[in-house]
C-alpha cells in the first residue's frame, strides 16, 4: 500500500461507526498493558530503589511526577492535533476526541502540580515559586479548565468544537513552554530535562542525568501512563459519540412525534 | 514491607496517595459514564425502532 493510501485508510476513523469497532477492539490490550506496566513501574521504584544521594527518599516521587508532567504536556498536543483535524476537515470524532481528552489533560496536570508542590517542600524549602515551568505549568492548567468550560457553556456542537478548537492553539503556546520554559530561563528553581534528553539517556553528554537506577522503573512508568492515555482517550471517545448519538435521536424523535 | 523512607515519609506517601486516588478516580468515572451513556443509547435506540 503506498504511503497516500495508507494516509487515506486513517481517515476511515473519521466514521463513527468505524471508530467504535475499531476502539473496543483495542481497548482490552491498551487497559491491561497500562495496568501491568504501571503497577510494575511503581512497585519497582518504590520498594526496589535506593535513595538519592542528594534527595533522599523523595526521589520515589518522580515515577508519579515525571510521567503525569509528560503526559500533561502531550495530552494538550493530542487535543492541538484533532482540534487542527475539525478545523480543517470537520471530522466530528476529532473534535470529540478532543473534548474526551482535556479531562485527562487536568487530572495529569494536577498530578504534576501536586506532586511537585509536595516534592518542592522539603527540596526547595516553599511549595510553590513563580519559577517559569511551575508558572507555565498553572496556566496550562487553567487553559484546561477554561477549554472544559467552554465546552458546557455552548449549547450548539458544531460551535463549541469551533471556539474550543481555537482557544486550544492560543493555550498551545503554554503547553511547549511548559515543556521548555528551563531552556528559555534559567533563574527558575526548577532544574532542566534530565530523562526525556537524548543525551541524558545515551550517556553521551556530561549533564546531570538520571541513573539507570532510577531510569528503568521511570521508563515502565511513562509507557504505562502514555498507554493508559490512549486507553482513557479511547474509552471517553466512545462514550462521547454515543452521547451525541442520543441528542440526535432525540432530535429526530421530537420532530417525528 | 515499606521501605525506610526517612523523615520524607510524609511527602513519599502522600504524593503516591494523591496521585492514586487522582488516577482511580478518572477511570472510576470515565468508566460509569460511559456504561451510563451506553445503556441510555440503547434505550432511545429501542424505543425508537419499535416506534417505527
Wanted: hydrophobic letters at 55%; a positive charge; aromatic letters at 12%.
Amino acid at each position: 500500500m503506498s504511503i497516500a493510501a495508507k494516509a487515506n485508510a486513517l481517515w476511515e476513523y473519521a466514521n463513527p461507526r468505524k471508530f467504535l469497532e475499531t476502539s473496543e477492539r483495542v481497548l482490552p490490550f491498551f487497559w491491561i498493558v497500562s495496568t501491568i506496566c504501571i503497577v510494575v513501574g511503581l512497585i519497582w521504584g518504590f520498594f526496589f530503589t535506593p535513595d538519592d544521594y542528594k534527595q533522599g527518599s523523595t526521589v520515589k516521587i518522580i515515577y508519579l511526577h515525571v510521567p503525569a508532567a509528560l503526559m500533561a504536556i502531550n495530552c494538550w498536543l493530542m487535543m492541538l492535533a484533532t482540534s487542527l483535524v475539525w478545523l480543517v476537515r470537520r471530522h466530528h470524532v476529532s473534535a470529540l476526541a478532543a473534548r474526551a481528552a482535556a479531562p485527562i489533560g487536568i487530572v495529569m496536570t494536577l498530578i504534576a502540580l501536586l506532586t511537585g508542590a509536595i516534592w518542592g517542600q522539603p527540596m526547595w524549602g516553599t511549595w510553590w515559586a513563580w519559577d517559569p515551568r511551575l508558572t507555565s505549568f498553572l496556566i496550562l492548567f487553567l487553559f484546561y479548565l477554561g477549554y472544559v468550560a467552554l465546552w458546557e457553556a455552548i449549547e450548539d456542537p458544531d460551535t463549541a468544537a469551533d471556539l474550543t478548537s481555537v482557544l486550544c492553539l492560543v493555550g498551545s503556546v503554554f503547553a511547549i513552554l511548559s515543556r521548555y520554559a528551563v531552556n528559555f530561563w534559567n533563574q527558575g528553581l526548577h532544574q532542566g530535562a534530565s530523562v526525556m534528553r537524548a543525551g541524558a539517556v545515551t550517556g553521551a553528554d556530561t549533564e546531570e542525568k538520571v541513573s539507570n537506577v532510577f531510569f528503568y522503573p521511570l521508563l515502565a512508568c511513562i509507557i504505562g501512563f502514555v498507554l493508559l492515555f490512549i486507553a482513557l482517550v479511547l474509552y471517553r471517545t466512545g462514550t462521547e459519540i454515543r452521547a451525541r448519538r442520543i441528542k440526535a435521536l432525540q432530535a429526530r424523535e421530537r420532530v417525528g412525534g | 514491607m515499606i521501605p525506610d523512607l526517612g523523615k520524607y515519609a510524609d511527602a513519599v506517601l502522600s504524593s503516591y496517595a494523591v496521585s492514586i486516588a487522582l488516577i482511580v478516580a478518572l477511570v472510576a468515572f470515565s468508566v460509569m459514564r460511559g456504561r451510563k451513556v451506553r445503556a441510555e443509547m440503547e434505550k432511545v435506540e429501542q424505543r425508537m425502532s419499535r416506534n417505527g
